[in-house]
Nanobody
Framework: QVQLVESGGGLVQAGGSLRLSCAAS????????MAWFRQAPGKERKFVAVISGSSGSEDYADSVKGRFTISRDNTKNTVFLQMNSLKADDTAVYYC???????????????WGQGTQVTVSS
Protein backbone atom coordinates (compact mmCIF):
# COMPACT_ATOMS: atom_id res chain seq x y z
CA GLN A 1 0.00 0.00 0.00
CA VAL A 2 1.29 3.43 -0.94
CA GLN A 3 0.06 6.61 0.67
CA LEU A 4 0.39 9.86 -1.24
CA VAL A 5 0.10 13.30 0.30
CA GLU A 6 -0.06 16.39 -1.88
CA SER A 7 0.75 19.93 -0.82
CA GLY A 8 1.42 23.32 -2.36
CA GLY A 9 -1.97 24.25 -3.76
CA GLY A 10 -3.53 27.64 -3.27
CA LEU A 11 -4.86 30.80 -4.85
CA VAL A 12 -2.76 32.57 -7.46
CA GLN A 13 -3.32 35.25 -10.05
CA ALA A 14 -3.24 34.44 -13.75
CA GLY A 15 0.33 34.44 -14.99
CA GLY A 16 1.67 33.35 -11.63
CA SER A 17 3.35 30.14 -10.52
CA LEU A 18 2.82 27.36 -8.01
CA ARG A 19 4.82 24.27 -7.11
CA LEU A 20 2.95 21.17 -6.01
CA SER A 21 4.60 18.40 -4.04
CA CYS A 22 3.55 14.81 -3.44
CA ALA A 23 5.23 12.71 -0.76
CA ALA A 24 4.99 8.92 -1.05
CA SER A 25 5.19 6.43 1.80
CA UNK A 26 7.01 3.59 0.14
CA UNK A 27 10.56 2.23 0.08
CA UNK A 28 10.02 1.22 -3.55
CA UNK A 29 9.40 4.74 -4.84
CA UNK A 30 11.82 4.21 -7.75
CA UNK A 31 9.58 1.41 -9.05
CA UNK A 32 6.59 3.66 -9.55
CA UNK A 33 5.70 5.92 -12.39
CA MET A 34 4.27 9.08 -10.86
CA ALA A 35 1.64 11.29 -12.42
CA TRP A 36 -0.48 14.34 -11.85
CA PHE A 37 -4.12 14.53 -12.85
CA ARG A 38 -6.62 17.31 -12.30
CA GLN A 39 -10.36 17.62 -12.00
CA ALA A 40 -12.35 20.80 -12.41
CA PRO A 41 -15.86 21.10 -10.93
CA GLY A 42 -18.38 19.14 -12.95
CA LYS A 43 -15.72 17.71 -15.27
CA GLU A 44 -13.91 14.40 -15.56
CA ARG A 45 -10.44 13.80 -14.18
CA LYS A 46 -7.79 14.63 -16.77
CA PHE A 47 -4.14 13.77 -17.25
CA VAL A 48 -1.58 16.51 -16.64
CA ALA A 49 1.89 14.93 -16.56
CA VAL A 50 3.73 11.68 -15.84
CA ILE A 51 7.33 10.80 -15.00
CA SER A 52 8.88 7.35 -15.08
CA GLY A 53 10.42 5.65 -12.06
CA SER A 54 14.11 5.54 -12.83
CA SER A 55 14.82 6.90 -16.31
CA GLY A 56 13.01 10.16 -15.71
CA SER A 57 11.07 10.05 -18.98
CA GLU A 58 8.27 12.60 -19.02
CA ASP A 59 5.02 13.20 -20.84
CA TYR A 60 2.57 16.09 -20.69
CA ALA A 61 -0.92 16.98 -21.72
CA ASP A 62 -0.89 19.36 -24.68
CA SER A 63 -2.66 21.99 -22.60
CA VAL A 64 0.27 22.30 -20.17
CA LYS A 65 3.31 21.68 -22.39
CA GLY A 66 5.85 24.44 -22.05
CA ARG A 67 4.24 25.74 -18.84
CA PHE A 68 4.34 22.80 -16.40
CA THR A 69 7.31 20.64 -15.43
CA ILE A 70 7.15 17.35 -13.56
CA SER A 71 10.16 16.15 -11.60
CA ARG A 72 10.99 13.73 -8.82
CA ASP A 73 13.50 13.30 -6.03
CA ASN A 74 13.89 9.59 -5.42
CA THR A 75 15.99 10.23 -2.30
CA LYS A 76 13.01 11.97 -0.72
CA ASN A 77 10.21 9.88 -2.25
CA THR A 78 8.67 13.04 -3.63
CA VAL A 79 7.32 14.15 -7.00
CA PHE A 80 6.82 17.78 -7.95
CA LEU A 81 4.77 19.76 -10.43
CA GLN A 82 6.10 23.22 -11.22
CA MET A 83 3.32 25.27 -12.78
CA ASN A 84 4.17 28.53 -14.53
CA SER A 85 2.12 31.00 -16.57
CA LEU A 86 -1.02 29.77 -14.88
CA LYS A 87 -4.38 30.39 -16.50
CA ALA A 88 -7.92 30.43 -15.14
CA ASP A 89 -8.51 27.15 -17.01
CA ASP A 90 -5.88 25.50 -14.79
CA THR A 91 -8.22 25.84 -11.81
CA ALA A 92 -8.91 22.34 -10.47
CA VAL A 93 -8.17 19.85 -7.75
CA TYR A 94 -4.79 18.32 -8.54
CA TYR A 95 -4.19 14.68 -7.70
CA CYS A 96 -0.94 12.77 -7.43
CA UNK A 97 -0.98 9.13 -8.54
CA UNK A 98 1.40 6.16 -8.55
CA UNK A 99 1.39 3.16 -10.88
CA UNK A 100 3.50 0.58 -12.67
CA UNK A 101 2.67 1.67 -16.21
CA UNK A 102 4.01 4.80 -17.90
CA UNK A 103 0.66 6.10 -19.06
CA UNK A 104 -1.71 9.04 -19.31
CA UNK A 105 -4.69 6.78 -18.53
CA UNK A 106 -5.92 7.23 -14.97
CA UNK A 107 -7.06 3.60 -14.84
CA UNK A 108 -3.39 2.51 -14.91
CA UNK A 109 -2.68 4.19 -11.58
CA UNK A 110 -3.38 2.26 -8.41
CA UNK A 111 -2.67 4.79 -5.69
CA TRP A 112 -4.02 8.30 -5.34
CA GLY A 113 -3.57 11.24 -3.03
CA GLN A 114 -6.42 13.23 -1.53
CA GLY A 115 -5.92 16.16 -3.89
CA THR A 116 -4.92 19.78 -3.49
CA GLN A 117 -6.93 22.74 -4.74
CA VAL A 118 -5.40 25.14 -7.23
CA THR A 119 -7.39 28.27 -7.99
CA VAL A 120 -6.23 30.76 -10.61
CA SER A 121 -7.94 34.13 -10.59
CA SER A 122 -8.23 36.03 -13.85
Amino acid sequence: QVQLVESGGGLVQAGGSLRLSCAASTRLFNNYNMAWFRQAPGKERKFVAVISGSSGSEDYADSVKGRFTISRDNTKNTVFLQMNSLKADDTAVYYCAAGFVFSSDYSEFHYWGQGTQVTVSS
